[in-house]
């Protein structure tokens, strides 16, 4: 009998990016709307993928199985 593969979650795996060395990346919230009160820094800031923090690391390892 075959293995049963996993699914991609396929919202996880429009939001999340997989570097050449394995880290995942993500686009920080917060820059769709009420961006007049935001600082041209801090909309700077915003545009930049950060890493994601080592607790939600499992969860989206298991989102995006096949990215590793």
Do not use: C, D, Q
Request: no cysteine; glycine share 4%; aromatic share 6%.
């Amino acid at each position: 009998m075959a293995k049963v593969k996993m699914k991609t979650n396929r919202s996880a795996a429009k939001r999340f990016r997989v570097t050449g060395s394995g880290k995942v990346m993500h686009f920080r919230a917060g820059k769709s709307h009420l961006l007049r009160k935001k600082n041209r820094k801090r909309k700077r800031n915003l545009k930049k993928a950060v890493e994601i923090s080592p607790a939600n690391l499992r969860a989206v390892r298991n989102l995006i199985p096949y990215k590793f």
